[in-house]
């Protein structure tokens, strides 16, 4: 797998939104979809993979033929990882995962109210709302891509970590700003 960042996209937004009439189709009823990753942050230099995160009451009803039917295979990936000093219970990040077949896409099927479900809207907001912080974050991975284009471990060895460091500073602007949920996109 070629790493590659790429320069903002005007058309993420549009193709998120592309994506999400198949996804609902194929979620648990009651679910809701929100465009997470770097490619929801305007003006952040990201891979060109649509992230989408769909919000369930319950992962024991997701069902991977429905995903597969709707052109998204399964990963296999059941969970993110924890950073570390945090002691979270396995169930807080426990997911499913899907690849878009059509659009490179990276669904993340997460259970509400769990750590992990929280994480990406959190951050998301965060990012949207401190540019240097986003403008950081597109350098570090920038340099990363540059320096390990065709090796992924080594990129998310080292990118996996910042990014905990980006949760600690997302959750403690969540409290001081009083931040909730938003409602899907």
């Known amino acids: 797998m070629q790493i590659l960042i790429v320069p903002p996209q005007a058309s993420w937004s549009a193709e998120f939104a592309a994506l999400k009439p198949a996804l609902l189709r194929a979620a648990p009823a009651g679910s809701y979809i929100h465009h997470i990753g770097s490619t929801a942050v305007p003006g952040l230099a990201a891979k060109d993979v649509i ?21 998204f295979q399964s990963t296999r990936i059941l969970s993110d990882h924890c950073p570390p000093r945090l002691e979270l219970p396995a169930r807080e990040l426990e997911k499913r995962s899907y690849r878009g077949q059509a659009r490179a896409a990276n ?61 600690e500073g997302a959750n403690a602007w969540a409290e001081l700003v009083g ?7």
């Open 51 to 71: 992230d989408v995160q769909l919000t369930v009451d319950d992962l024991e009803r997701v069902e991977d033929a429905a995903f597969e039917r709707e052109g």
């Open 179 to 185: 931040w909730f949920e938003p409602p899907g996109d």
């Open 107 to 167: 669904v993340h099927v997460r259970q509400k109210g769990r750590f992990n479900q929280r994480f990406a809207l959190v951050c998301r907001d965060f990012l949207r709302a401190r540019p240097v912080a986003a403008a950081s974050y597109a350098l570090i991975k920038q340099r990363l891509a540059e320096r390990f284009p065709a090796d992924a471990e080594a990129y998310y060895d080292i990118k996996d970590p910042v990014f905990d460091i980006i949760v």
